[in-house]
């Protein structure tokens, strides 16, 4: 991990573009992405951008909900819900939802391709079976 561009004290660390695109192993093009959606909002300095903690625990939460297959929009919401009066419970309950829905859309995915498996095993040994007979014709 990259250490801070500077620190203006001991809990409220600043980091740049670049730190944190180096350190989530992804591009600065996909960070500003997320600034476009409104997941991020850093501060600005000119034309330089200047992350701090919260915005890189934001980031966290965006790849992180990405990776379970949420879509933005639902990350953004829960992300907001957080600083809502009761967030925290809000969010945890959003997130279930959605934890849920998400499973089961991956429980129906993979149902379909274990079907298409066998599908492909029977193919094979029909095929393998027709080459053998051709063989034995020949």
Do not use: H
Request: proline share 2%; with cysteine; aromatic share 6%.
């Amino acid at each position: 991990m990259n250490q801070p561009i500077r620190q203006l004290s001991q809990d409220s660390a600043v980091f740049s573009i670049s730190d944190l695109a180096r350190e989530f192993d992804i591009t600065t093009r996909t960070i500003r992405f997320y600034e476009d959606k409104g997941l991020l909002s850093p501060q600005r300095s000119g034309q330089k951008r200047i992350y701090n903690r919260s915005d890189r625990t934001r980031l966290k939460l965006v790849l992180r909900g990405k990776r379970l297959g949420f879509a933005l929009a639902d990350i953004r919401r829960m992300i907001e819900l957080y600083d809502e009066p009761g967030g925290e419970a809000k969010q945890l309950t959003l997130m279930l939802g959605q934890l849920n829905s998400n499973r089961q859309l991956l429980l129906m995915q993979r149902e379909d391709l274990e079907l298409q498996l066998k599908e492909f095993d029977d193919i094979e040994l029909r095929c393998q079976k027709r080459l053998k007979q051709l063989s034995n014709d020949a």
